[in-house]
């Protein structure tokens, strides 16, 4: 079915690419939800988006009073006008100023709508709002027939028509103008529950194409009327493998020693007093160090008590707020409705461009609307933000001692990363723990650490285990100075061993050299002895020679054999 956008934020979404085109669709609901309002936007984004002129007629408001209505929307209506690409004009019905004689029809209205779309070659109109005939004109049978022979004129026109109705009693409109508009129905709707309200929008039918069943809450503010369905962002988003690091370093080593991803959803929740607001505050600063933008979105505390209160765990984020960094928007959860919060955070978001978003805490949305409707509004959010890539920190108050049980898990389902602060009592005293209940994609720690906010800023201790478990507060203390005095009583023992082993070596070492020395002495005289032995020897043969040659005798050898002198002869 050819389609005309309406180029009205998510209301394309939920149609299917807009309304039928070349056919009339009825607006219907009661006083005050934003029928007008929806008409002139889909006239003045045809005439500004998508160069097609429209025609307004009017049988309630004048063009003066609906020009200074919808200039709030910043709509100019004037200026269209003036370019020949919207024309509005209003037809006077009162009942006084008329007096039934015979038959009569509704040719007039038929020519001057005629001239009108003539006249600027319109391609959109509206008709605000049809029961002004019914309450004018005494016949509503005439009535009835005319406008099913202006519903065929305008198909044959070719022209996409919006008609507004009142809500009726039981009926969707007052004179049952749905059974003459088969095409498509769009029902609005203005309730207050809890003492807050909301506008909320509904396809009732839409013939030949799919469409959104559901009811979807709507806005209406400066820039005219917006709805996020949940069907807007689609799971399509890409994937960051960039880890950034959270600014307290011990917390990153529980993230494997790389912090948490880009594009991610964090989750803070723990009960009252264990430092959810300051560990929100830590990512922030964190993010403004690395030269980043972060958007600070708080229910509690106004920015210079933020400020204020951070400062005394050693975070400037005034310095931040100067530098344009940082951005603290602080507002009560009751002064608007769920709607207007998601479309202020997303306008905010979109004016800012940060790069780190925090909401602190999320608890304070339960006043705004049900489970289910924070559930939808925080979807869609988170959805929005990993879309354009933004990190999102979210804190959640949660009472009582069990923290799993008592977190709202259809929110923490939602989260990439759950980190959970607890209190710790024991000794008579409490102290605060953390730990990593998930983080999608990436390798944690699973042990608790004991979480201190001390004037140097938040920081994560070792994990102490005793008898009874985990040790915390004076309990470590007293388990550290243990530990210190076993080392002392360690280091002295080490000492005092090894002191003694140096007076063994140099004992020893003592001996060594003695014996060394007694030895060299005794080789000393061996060594004369033998050398001596050896001179006599030497001595002796020398004089055996001689008196050998005295005695002009044969030589005497040493086996006893003889030798004659002339060198002959044996043995004797």
């Known amino acids: 079915m050819p389609k005309t956008r309406t180029g009205i934020r998510g209301l394309d979404e939920i149609t299917g690419g807009g309304l039928p085109a070349g056919r009339p669709t009825l607006v219907c609901g009661g006083a005050g939800c934003g029928k007008t309002l929806l008409a002139i936007e889909f006239l003045v984004r045809g005439a500004t988006d998508y160069d097609e002129p429209g025609v307004f007629m009017a049988f309630e408001e004048t063009e003066e009073e609906l020009t200074e209505n919808v200039a709030s929307l910043g709509f100019n209506l004037k200026d269209l006008v003036a370019r020949k690409k919207l024309l509005l004009d209003y037809v006077y019905v009162d009942r006084s100023e008329f007096e039934e004689t015979g038959e009569y029809d509704l040719q007039g209205l038929f020519i001057r709508l005629e001239h009108a779309i003539d006249t600027i070659k319109a391609k959109r109109v509206v008709l605000d709002t049809i029961e002004g005939l019914f309450a004018g004109l005494p016949n509503q049978g005439v009535v009835r027939a005319e406008l099913r022979r202006l519903f065929r004129w305008l198909k044959e026109k070719g022209v996409t028509v919006i008609m507004t109705g009142e809500r009726g009693d039981g009926t969707l409109t007052r004179y049952g103008l749905e059974e003459y508009v088969s095409d498509c129905v769009i029902s609005l709707d203005h309730r207050v529950v809890d003492q807050v309200t909301t506008r909320r929008i509904r396809i009732v039918k839409y013939r030949g194409t799919t469409h959104g069943t559901n009811e979807y809450p709507f806005l209406i503010d400066k820039d005219g009327i917006s709805l996020w369905p949940i069907t807007t962002v689609q799971l399509e988003h890409a994937a960051s493998h960039e880890r950034i690091p959270t600014g307290i370093e011990r917390l990153d080593t529980m993230f494997g020693g790389k912090g948490y991803y880009r594009g991610s959803s964090i989750l803070l929740s723990g009960t009252a007093g264990t430092g959810k607001t300051g560990m929100a505050a830590t990512f922030a600063d964190a993010a403004c160090r690395r030269g980043e933008r972060c958007l600070y979105f708080s229910f509690e505390e106004s920015p210079s008590q933020i400020v204020r ?44 461009a940060p ?22 509004a925080l979807m869609r959010l988170l959805d929005w933000l990993r879309l354009k890539g933004i990190t999102v920190m979210l804190t959640n108050l949660t009472f009582g001692s069990g923290v799993l049980e008592s977190a709202d898990s259809a929110i923490s389902s939602l989260v990439d990363t759950w980190l959970v602060l607890r209190d710790l009592e024991s000794n008579g ?19 608790v650490r004991e979480f201190l906010v001390t004037s140097a800023g938040i920081q994560l201790t070792d994990v102490y285990i005793g008898p009874s478990g985990m040790l915390t507060g004076s309990a470590r203390v007293s388990q550290e100075a243990r530990e210190r005095a076993e080392r002392v009583s360690l280091d002295e023992e080490a000492e005092r061993q090894q002191l003694a082993l140096e007076c063994k070596r140099a004992a020893l070492e003592g001996q060594i050299a003695t014996l060394r020395a007694e030895f060299s002495a ?7 002895s033998v050398g001596q032995d050896k001179l006599r020897g030497a001595v002796f043969a020398s004089d055996k020679v001689e008196m050998g040659r005295s005695r002009q005798r044969d030589a005497v050898k040493s086996n006893g054999g003889r030798i004659l002198r002339n060198g002959t002869g044996g043995q004797l």
Do not use: C, Y
């Open 309 to 352: 209160n951070m400062g005394t765990i050693g975070l400037d984020l005034q310095q931040w707020v100067k530098k344009g960094r940082l951005h603290l928007h602080n507002v009560r959860p009751f002064s608007h409705g769920l709607e207007t919060h998601l479309a202020r955070k997303i306008q905010a978001v979109t004016e800012f």
């Open 355 to 376: 790069q780190l978003v925090i909401m602190d805490p999320i608890t304070g949305l339960d006043t705004t609307g049900t489970p289910l409707e924070i559930q939808s």
């Open 522 to 528: 005794e080789e000393t005289i061996i060594a004369r």
């Open 429 to 447: 005293e409490r102290n605060r723990g953390l730990h990593v209940l998930k983080s999608r994609g990436m390798e944690h720690s699973n042990q």
